[in-house]
């Protein structure tokens, strides 16, 4: 429906906590009837910002130990693997922007659940051009035309100005979602913002 009530969801593809709501999002989204945006974007401007060289569980080791123990046993009740990669958080360029081509056609939820399973149930490494175009040959699609597409200055140009869109929303972190002009943060609040956009 052309009116259909819809609600944003921000990721980065380096956001351990954005793997979690990438797998349910678009189920439940369909479930409440309610549409859904795709919106990649890069947390490290918004992080840079604010005065920070890396993720926050980095900075801040105690937390970071007690991330990766929430997401295994959020992962495990959902039925997900989880392991942290060796790097953490990788470079999420080159994804963002092929999934920001996806979006264009209609292929970006598979494709995004896919790298974030790559990434955090695999290990891979997602800048590696080979693995995403494992990755888009699985989905049918065809790797060396998407992947000369990120190279284009109309694609590169598009993610600069979603991040700043993300910025000029308030976003500070990811998982993020919005509607309605609220902004909903952390996968925790994936109830609530599709409640709200039921509105």
Do not use: C
């Not at 921000?10 to 351990?16: H, L, P």
């Not at 974007?41 to 123990?69: C, D, E, H």
């Not at 264009?104 to 490494?125: H, K, M, N, P």
């Not at 919005?178 to 925790?188: A, P």
């Amino acid at each position: 429906m052309a009116d259909q009530r819809t609600i944003e969801f921000w990721y980065d593809f380096a956001s351990t906590y954005s793997y979690l709501s990438a797998m349910r999002v678009e189920a439940m989204a369909q479930a409440a009837g309610v549409g859904l945006a795709w919106k990649p974007f890069l947390l490290g401007p918004i992080f840079q910002a604010q005065g920070w060289t890396t993720s926050p569980f980095n900075l801040y080791p105690v937390k970071g130990k007690y991330m990766v123990r929430d997401i295994e046993r959020l992962a495990g009740e959902r039925g997900l693997e989880f392991r942290l990669p060796p790097q953490f958080p990788q470079n999420s360029l080159l994804a963002a922007r092929v999934a920001l081509i996806g979006a264009d056609e209609g292929w970006v939820g598979a494709f995004t659940r896919a790298i974030y399973l790559a990434q955090f149930r695999d290990g891979s490494t997602i800048s590696d051009p080979q693995v995403l175009g494992a990755v888009l040959d699985k989905l049918g699609l065809d790797p060396k035309a998407i992947l000369a597409r990120t190279q284009e200055p109309a694609v590169k140009e598009r993610l600069r100005q979603q991040t700043a869109e993300a910025q000029a929303l308030g976003i500070f972190g990811a998982p993020s979602f919005v509607t309605g002009g609220e902004v909903f943060w952390g996968d925790d609040r994936l109830e609530q913002a599709l409640s709200w956009t039921k509105r």
